[in-house]
């Protein structure tokens, strides 16, 4: 590419081109939101597909995106007591085995 083409360039182009020399990020948002209404157009389109199974994604993803995920229930209770036993090889170091402090200061 000659050096005079650039000069040539329309105003949009070099626009576009300082965007992106000057922050990537900046250039991928501002593209990003340029082309969001045709993405959505194709999201839309899917919910008239033949495919029932992409309709019914096409359908989830647009609801979770609008209304968000549903909730998901955890069951909290535990078995475990919560009791630290720690060992190393034969010696038994547990919480209970451990030795107490003597209260004096330490040598």
């Known amino acids: 590419m000659s050096e005079s083409a650039v000069y040539r360039w329309p105003d949009a182009v070099k626009r576009a081109v300082k965007l992106m020399a000057g922050d990537g990020l900046v250039t991928a948002l501002h593209l990003r939101r340029r082309v969001l209404a045709k993405a959505m157009l194709v999201k ?3 919910l ?16 979770e995106w609008e209304l968000g995920k549903a909730t998901q229930r955890t069951d909290n209770k ?7 036993h720690l060992s190393w090889g034969d010696d038994d170091i547990s919480p209970k085995a451990a030795p107490k402090p003597s209260g004096g200061q330490a040598e």
């Open 48 to 63: 008239d597909t033949d495919d029932e199974r992409l309709r019914q994604q096409t359908a989830t993803e647009i609801i």
């Open 44 to 46: 839309v389109r899917g």
């Open 78 to 84: 535990t078995d475990v007591s919560g009791d630290i």
